[in-house]
């Protein structure tokens, strides 16, 4: 299986598995469960492991990744992503290296600007949580935790730098500034929020989009939930191409992102599931007819809307993601 599985070429040269799996256990997986599955996702056939440091398991899936170099796992074998948490804006080295250090590696291939705001709240807070320190998208701010990033790929500690919840004005400003350029923009991404402009826009500028969410995020905390939201899976036209190649709605959903050109981070600690979904992009991709059926139905159901970065009490997450085209301002 790890043969066929389809690689990302980035700028650099290197390739990047082109389906990850997820290691953010919300509020339904442990952290030893979350270790658990990393364990098995390597057994399935996956090489590519999405991690943060936020989601409070790295020293748990260090362990795992110790005992499989101990095996005779090479470290070039894996790609291992972390990303730096808002509260460590001003000190990326320092969240790097406890990164390292749980994860039990000499270096990483991909590490991640996890938001563009330095807003810190507590893990399983209310969504109408807001930290009183509090600040906006400040892009001298953000270029000084850039300045960082870069630094760890000069001194060897992650092989490539990249974003994550970036907007296209973001990215336009820190895309002119950079000293070295993003590798990786991640975003969530899915059938009924496909972000097809953006989208476009991290291909353009030759960065590599990876999706999280790519299922719909079925179990997502009930606190990210609004009575709006959508089910991807449960989409007639997705329930349709899945029955006529005879796989779960699942499948459809991570053979659409792949041949969106993006990499899937789906997360499971079912080996039933992280089995399957590995499976489904190695073969029998959907038809042009499918893709174009599939397009159709986007719903720009933002799922991951993330009100507890906001600055102000009286903003709609809207002001995040600068759906008019600019960045909101202060």
Not at 208 to 214: I, K, L, S, W
Not at 239 to 251: E, F, L, Q, T, W
Request: net charge negative.
């Amino acid at each position: 299986m790890v043969k066929a599985i389809p690689v990302r070429a980035l700028y650099t040269g290197a390739l990047m598995p082109a389906i990850g799996l997820g290691t953010f256990g919300s509020d339904h997986a442990d952290a030893a469960e979350v270790a658990g599955a990393v364990r098995g996702a390597f057994e399935a056939g996956y090489r590519h492991f999405d991690c943060a440091a936020v989601y409070g398991n790295e020293k748990e899936i260090g362990a795992v990744f110790r005992e499989l170099f101990d095996s005779g796992v090479k470290r070039e074998e894996l790609w291992i992503t972390s990303k730096v948490w808002n509260d460590m804006h001003g000190r990326v080295e320092e969240a790097c290296q406890r990164s390292l250090a749980d994860l039990q590696l000499e270096y990483l291939d991909l590490y991640l600007v996890h938001w563009p705001f330095p807003n810190w709240h507590p893990p399983g807070c209310k969504v109408e949580s807001r930290s009183p320190d509090a600040r906006p998208y400040i892009h001298d701010e953000y270029m000084k935790t850039w300045r960082q990033m870069e630094g760890l790929v000069d001194k060897g500690m992650t092989r490539h730098i990249g974003t994550s919840n970036m907007t296209i004005p973001k990215l336009r400003l820190l895309l002119k500034d950079a000293r070295i350029r993003p590798a990786v923009n991640e975003l969530e991404l899915h059938p009924h929020f496909q972000q097809a402009e953006l989208l476009d826009y991290v291909l353009a500028n030759g960065m590599a989009p990876v999706g999280y969410c790519p299922l719909g995020s079925p179990n997502r905390p009930p606190r990210d939930m609004t009575p709006t939201d959508t089910v991807d899976m449960e989409d007639p036209v997705i329930a349709d191409i899945a029955r006529s190649h005879g796989v779960h709605p699942a499948a459809i959903c991570l053979k659409w992102v792949v041949q969106r050109g993006a990499v899937p981070i789906p997360m499971s600690t079912k080996r039933r599931n992280y089995a399957a979904n590995l499976e489904a992009i190695c073969a029998d991709p959907l038809t042009e007819e499918e893709m174009g059926r599939i397009g159709a139905i986007d719903r720009n159901c933002r799922l991951v809307k993330g009100q507890v970065f906001l600055w102000k009490a009286d903003q709609g997450w809207e002001d995040l993601w600068d759906v008019d085209g600019e960045i909101t301002q202060p």
